[in-house]
């Protein structure tokens, strides 16, 4: 019986955000009502296919890193465009708010699809990186890079920087605690928020059509060439996180490493968010649209697919992918049954 109160944490832990809302740490933005139709508006469609995000002031880009399925900024010399810093960008769809929404993978060398995610920090009450996770959004396809912009790249992101990839003390957070619980899809949308709201930005002979969901395409394709810098287009945005928009200050991708968290085994950094703030251009981000693509929309369950390396918080309660819905139920009523009997017994 010693276990049922771990049980209780770890339920406890597991409905914490979506009970008890954004309690704790920061808290709620009053004025949230206000920035978040803003950030909606200031935001723009932009075209579906394969991106690079450079960060204009230090020239970092947002690389995924295979081994710990993680989005950290590149470091130095190496930072350059190749596999792994080219992103699918697939489009969310439209809703009253004009569907600005996007979501961006990667799929990692095993082929699942993972999206760059919004993670919650509970002690400090708000969402504080960017992490990669399962896509729960879009995930209808899984869309490999389909041209290789660096044939023969060898570089790989330097691991030696910005803190060496060793196991730590443990006297971090467990990864539990990490409360990156349920996915929420708001936290695997993002919102390109142009730099200059008076202006839509222009993509070369590349247009997306929110009506339809897709590029239109006039002439000829641009082919893709790191060398030659040729590209559909280049443009600068922040990348805002549409987690949290209306009741938060908004948060936007900032390429600092973060290692708030154990919550890679080799607690390799992830990428930290930062209050937006309108006119900081030290939170611009230059996209490269390298090369347009149309993805279906939606998404698919799929139990092959299921997340492999991070055992994350609700696969401990039940397997939502083999289990028929009464074990639900069935948990239900065993966990008020021993939260009973628990109470009973102190
Ligand atoms: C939206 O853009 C306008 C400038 O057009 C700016 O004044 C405002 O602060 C922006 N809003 C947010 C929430 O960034
Ligand atoms: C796709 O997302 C849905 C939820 O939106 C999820 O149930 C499903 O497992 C995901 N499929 C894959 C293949 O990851
Ligand atoms: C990049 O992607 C292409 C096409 O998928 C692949 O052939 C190539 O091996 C990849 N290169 C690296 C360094 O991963
Ligand atoms: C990797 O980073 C470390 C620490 O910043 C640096 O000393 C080393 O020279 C870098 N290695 C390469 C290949 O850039
Ligand atoms: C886009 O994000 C906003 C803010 O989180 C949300 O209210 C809206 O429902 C999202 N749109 C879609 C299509 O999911
Ligand atoms: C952690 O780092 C060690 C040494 O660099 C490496 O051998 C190991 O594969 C890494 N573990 C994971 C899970 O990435
Ligand atoms: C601008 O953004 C950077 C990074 O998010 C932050 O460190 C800095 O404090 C911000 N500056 C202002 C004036 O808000
Ligand atoms: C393109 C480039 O600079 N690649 C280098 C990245 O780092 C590795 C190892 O650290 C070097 O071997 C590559 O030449």
Redesign the pocket.
């Known amino acids: 019986m010693s276990s049922i109160p771990f049980l209780l944490f770890i339920i406890c832990v597991f409905f914490s955000e979506r009970v008890f809302g954004v309690e704790g740490g920061e808290g709620t933005y009053p004025l949230a009502y206000i920035?978040g139709p803003?950030?909606l508006?200031?935001s723009t469609h932009i075209p579906t296919g394969f991106y690079t995000f450079r960060h204009v002031e230090t020239g970092k880009y947002l690389q995924f890193i295979d081994f710990d399925n993680q989005v950290v900024p590149t470091d130095g010399a190496n930072s350059t465009v190749f596999n792994g810093t080219l992103w699918t960008v697939k489009w969310h769809g439209d809703d009253e708010y004009g569907g600005k929404n996007y979501s961006i993978h990667h799929l990692n060398k095993v082929k699942y699809d993972k999206c760059i995610s919004t993670r919650w920090d509970h002690h400090r009450g708000l969402d504080d990186a960017a992490v990669m996770w399962q896509c729960e959004v879009d995930n209808i396809t899984r869309n490999d890079i389909n041209f290789d912009i660096y044939p023969g790249f060898k570089g790989v992101y330097n691991e030696s920087a910005p803190r060496p990839l060793q196991r730590r003390k443990r006297h971090l957070e467990p990864r539990y605690i990490n409360t990156y619980e349920s996915i929420r899809q708001d936290k695997q949308q993002w919102l390109f928020?142009r730099a200059d709201?008076?202006e839509t930005p222009l993509w070369s002979n590349v247009r997306f059509d929110p009506k339809t969901g897709e590029n239109r395409i006039n002439g000829p394709m641009i082919e893709p060439d790191r060398e030659k810098d040729q590209h559909s287009g280049r443009h600068l945005f922040y990348l805002v996180s549409a987690a949290h928009l209306w009741n938060m200050v908004?948060r936007c991708i900032y390429p600092q490493a973060s290692y708030e968290f154990d919550f890679t085994p080799n607690n390799t950094g992830v990428t930290a968010l930062d209050h937006?703030f309108?006119g900081n251009t030290s939170q611009l981000w230059e996209a490269t649209l390298w090369k347009p693509e149309n993805f279906p929309l939606g998404y698919t369950p799929n139990p092959m697919y299921v997340d492999d390396q991070v055992v994350s918080s609700r696969f401990l309660l039940w397997n939502a992918h083999t289990s028929p819905g009464s074990t639900v139920m069935w948990w239900g009523i065993l966990v008020a049954f021993t939260f009973i009997v628990w109470i009973c017994h102190h």
């Open positions: 920035t803003q950030i508006e200031n928020m709201p008076s908004p937006c309108w």
